[in-house]
């Protein structure tokens, strides 16, 4: 597994989008299987972007309240925010390049 | 994960079966996916396609099916639900599994699914295609499964064990398979309905509250099916030479367009496989 993407916790969770760098943020669950082919995706964006972007999991199933707080009712859904706010959501597994081009226009 | 095939084939019709074989001749190793039944199966007879004289479809989809197993293809039975590009290969689940290939061709056919209203606007807020992958996030809520492919049963049954309040809607009489305990409703979903997600869907002059609904039918459009291919009238955009937008991934017979014909289909398969064969030449010599 890629040291560069953090698993955090609902408290780590809001320090983390506090933080000054943007983060994409990954919902997802071991059973989804459209999670796992999203999977190389974000850990390969978490090593591109290491240095201007934070990259997290968040597994719904350990942390079912972030998914409430963030109304996530289809997975794999990816949240990208920067200064703590929502700046795009993609629901559904996508490119490489739908998620840089957002992040590209945030760092 | 598997070991990664070379070609990668998404559909068992004359197409599919032409790009197995003319792959296996370029001697590339071949996987070849499909769901049960097509639309040559369903013809009569078929009198335009040369050296066979007044064949009857059946005839004509046995005899490629003979064509293909003699060197060594037969397709697996099951869907293909999400096809991933990687860059340099692609992820494909199967049936559940994760399969990798370097190339796909895609020879899906034509998709004759029609959105229902409300479909594409509350996508991922309540409507779903995918059961086993969005079913636990509706553990305790109201859904409904809409659709007539087999799957359909199955996934209810499904939700219906995980601990949703599931109904099936589904055209004709109440499948057999259907646990007894889930309510069933004969009709079709007519509108989805809600704001910033679903709350309900209708079925004749009747409104189901639901907080999500599964909507399975046999063949998902081809956008939904590969994220980022670009398609014109529901047609995979493809040049001449079988190519999609997305490096290493191809597509032929009727899911790129008209006329919808055994032979264009059979010419298109040949070409996308040399297309991909040579693709596969080409990115072999890079790593070497």
């Not at chain 2, 979903?189 to 907080?211: C, H, L, P, Y």
Request: net charge negative; proline share 4%; with cysteine.
């Amino acid at each position: 597994m890629s040291t560069t993407i953090v698993y955090p916790n609902a408290t780590e969770f809001d320090q983390l989008i506090a933080g000054d760098k943007p983060v994409l943020v990954d919902f997802w669950a071991e059973w989804c299987m459209p999670c796992r082919m999203l999977g190389p995706v974000i850990e390969q964006i978490g090593e591109e972007y290491s240095d201007k972007v934070a990259v997290a999991k968040v597994n719904v199933d350990e942390q079912p309240a972030l998914a409430a707080r963030y109304n996530i009712q289809s997975i794999p859904t990816v949240i990208i925010f920067n200064n703590g706010n929502i700046v795009d959501t993609q629901i559904g597994m996508h490119p490489a390049d739908v998620y840089t081009r957002i992040l590209d226009t945030i760092i | 994960m598997g070991n990664r095939t070379d070609i990668a084939i998404i559909g068992g019709g004359p197409a599919g079966l032409s790009a197995a074989v003319n792959a296996i001749a370029r001697g590339k190793s071949v996987q070849l996916m499909s769901a049960a039944g097509n639309n040559l199966e369903k013809s009569e007879n078929v009198d335009n396609y040369l050296g066979f004289y007044k064949i009857s479809g059946t005839e004509l989809m046995n005899k490629f099916e003979e064509h293909a197993a003699a060197l060594g293809v037969s397709a697996m039975k099951g869907r293909v639900s999400n096809i991933m590009p990687l860059g340099d290969h692609f992820l494909i689940n199967f049936g559940g599994e994760i399969s990798e290939s370097t190339t796909v061709i895609l020879a899906i056919g034509v998709a004759k699914a029609r959105q229902i209203p409300g479909e594409a606007d509350l996508l991922g807020r309540g409507v779903s295609y995918c059961a086993t992958c969005d079913g636990m996030l509706y553990r305790g809520k109201k859904a409904a499964v809409w659709g007539m492919a087999q799957d359909a049963i199955e996934e209810t049954n499904f939700l219906h064990g995980i601990g949703v309040d599931v109904t099936l809607i589904a055209r004709g009489s109440r499948p057999s398979e259907l646990k007894a305990d889930i309510p069933f409703i004969s009709g079709a979903v007519g509108e989805i309905i809600g704001e910033d997600r679903v709350a309900a869907v209708t079925v004749g002059q009747n409104t189901i509250e639901v907080d999500g609904v599964f909507i399975l039918r046999s063949s998902i459009a081809p956008s939904s099916l590969v994220p980022g291919l670009e398609t014109q009238d529901g047609y995979i955009k493809v040049t001449n030479r079988m190519e999609t937008n997305i490096p290493g991934l191809f597509a032929a017979g009727d899911c790129t367009g008209t006329p919808l014909q055994i032979s264009k289909a059979t010419g298109e398969g040949l070409i996308a496989a040399q297309q991909a064969a040579k693709y596969i030449d080409a990115y072999q010599s890079k790593l070497l």
